[in-house]
Nanobody, 125 residues
Framework: QVQLVESGGGLVQAGGSLRLSCAVA????????MGWFRQAPGKEREFVAA????????DYADSVKGRFAISRDNAKNTMYLQMNSLKPEDTAVYYC??????????????????WGQGTQVTVSS
């Protein structure tokens, strides 16, 4: 089965930057959509960013527009989330998601069949 492994999380001061990576292990068929979601303590999982298989379509949550950038390198089977100007409210577990049934998954969590275990991002004030 497809396995997604996130990395790059950690502790950072407000205003700092981190780059998350999502490595795809296993086997996939055809095109697939990917995205990032996050979940803070006591809150539901929320959409962060999405990208189509080719990278031609992207979407961002309003809270991260202008600060985060999603990208992918299909040759390396890896997706990235560059996070700049981090704020304490960005603190959450960040999850990588993928689906090989479609080119683009959009904002809905139920459009993604595969999920990573998450990586913790903590932004101090």
């Amino acid at each position: 089965q497809v396995q997604l492994v996130e990395s790059g999380g950690g502790l950072v001061q407000a205003g700092g930057s981190l780059r998350l990576s999502c490595a795809v292990a296993g086997h996939t068929f055809g095109s697939y959509a990917m995205g990032w979601f996050r979940q803070a303590p006591g809150k539901e999982r929320e959409f962060v960013a999405a990208i189509s298989w080719s990278g031609s379509s992207t979407d961002y949550a309003d809270s991260v527009k202008g600060r985060f950038a999603i990208s992918r390198d299909n040759a390396k089977n890896t997706m990235y989330l560059q996070m700049n100007s981090l704020k304490p409210e960005d603190t959450a577990v960040y999850y990588c998601a993928a689906d090989n049934r479609r080119y683009y998954g959009g904002t809905g969590i139920y459009n993604y069949a595969y999920w990573g275990q998450g990586t913790q991002v903590t932004v101090s004030s």
